[in-house]
């Protein structure tokens, strides 16, 4: 009897070290998982340190508290989404190009501003294409740029050269 008293109680001890430990393990892991959740989510390192002493100091609570307050989102996705609007407004900086002098609204392919006949762009020599003041080469038929030579006759009138107005009507 007394062997068999001994055998149950180092079963119970056993059982129970196995659920203290099992707790023990759950609790490391839920506190764990919420300093990786907030490392995610949170950019501010003193927060993140906040939010993980919580998850660890209040075990098992503190994770369910962190949930509530939480940042919505990750922060990869935010960042994704700065950098998804940054570029439409790019794209929609590009469509809503103007003229210089009268802030007119232009197409991109306007060689002069219709409204205020500024001179945008020069065209090409061979295909009449506009070209971008940087470009060396017609992208559209490879003829090589010439420089224009409207700034000289503007300084042998001695005028300022922008804005130039009328140069195309007269
Ligand atoms: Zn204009
Ligand atoms: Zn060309």
């Not at 501010?44 to 998850?55: E, F, N, Q, Y």
């Not at 065209?123 to 294409?129: F, M, V």
Request: glycine share 2%; aromatic share 8%; charged share 25%.
């Amino acid at each position: 009897m007394p062997i068999a008293q001994s055998v149950d109680s180092v079963d119970l001890t056993l059982l129970r070290n196995l659920g203290i430990a099992f707790v023990v393990i759950l609790w490391l892991a839920t506190a764990f998982w919420t300093f990786k959740d907030a490392r995610r989510r949170i950019a501010d390192p003193w927060l993140v340190a906040l939010a993980s002493l919580l998850g660890l100091v209040v075990p098992f609570l503190g994770p369910v508290i962190y949930m509530f307050f939480r940042p919505p989102e990750y922060l990869q996705d935010v960042h994704e989404r700065d950098l998804e609007i940054k570029a439409m407004e790019q794209r929609l900086a590009e469509l809503d190009q103007r003229c210089p002098v009268c802030r007119a609204r232009v197409e991109p392919h306007y060689l002069v501003c219709p409204v205020c006949t500024t001179r945008l762009k020069q065209a090409c020599d061979s295909c009449g294409q506009p070209l971008d003041a940087l470009w060396q080469v017609c992208p559209h038929c490879a003829t090589p740029v010439r420089l224009e030579l409207a700034p000289l006759e503007d300084f042998t009138r001695g005028l300022p050269a922008p804005p130039r107005r009328r140069e195309i009507s007269e």
